[in-house]
């Protein structure tokens, strides 16, 4: 069983950062692939961005320049960067971690940005 873990949520500022982290635990078949999403309440999730094994990344229009994902070797520990935060972008956080037997999710990370 995979446990993944996200922190790094909170309120700042708009115009401000803020860097979300993603762990993940147990019985780990190799990450293919690592994806955070986002929720605002009553809507939809809306995938924000990816990272596969290889290295490759992309990004949704709405967050392309201002985010960057990164992750270890084994994607293990992904990071999204948030920069020139938007209040648009508040919503809760989620990591997905896609392996060979199925997709994992994490319990999510709040985000808020306000003045």
């Known amino acids: 069983q995979v446990r993944l873990v996200e922190s790094g949520g909170g309120l700042v500022q708009p115009g401000g950062s803020l860097r979300l982290s993603c762990v993940a635990s147990?019985?780990?078949?190799?990450?293919?692939?690592m994806a955070w999403h986002r929720q605002a309440p009553w809507k939809q999730r809306e995938l924000v961005a990816t990272i596969t094994s290889s290295g490759s990344t992309n990004y949704a229009d709405s967050v392309k320049g201002r985010f960057t994902i990164s992750g270890d070797n084994a994607l293990n520990t992904v990071t999204l960067q948030l920069n020139s935060l938007k209040p648009e972008d508040t919503a809760v956080y989620y990591c997905?971690?896609?392996?060979?037997?199925?997709?994992?999710w994490g319990q999510g990370t709040q985000v808020t940005v306000s003045s």
């Open positions: 147990g019985s780990i078949f190799r990450i293919g692939a």
């Open positions: 997905n971690a896609h392996t060979f037997v199925g997709n994992y």
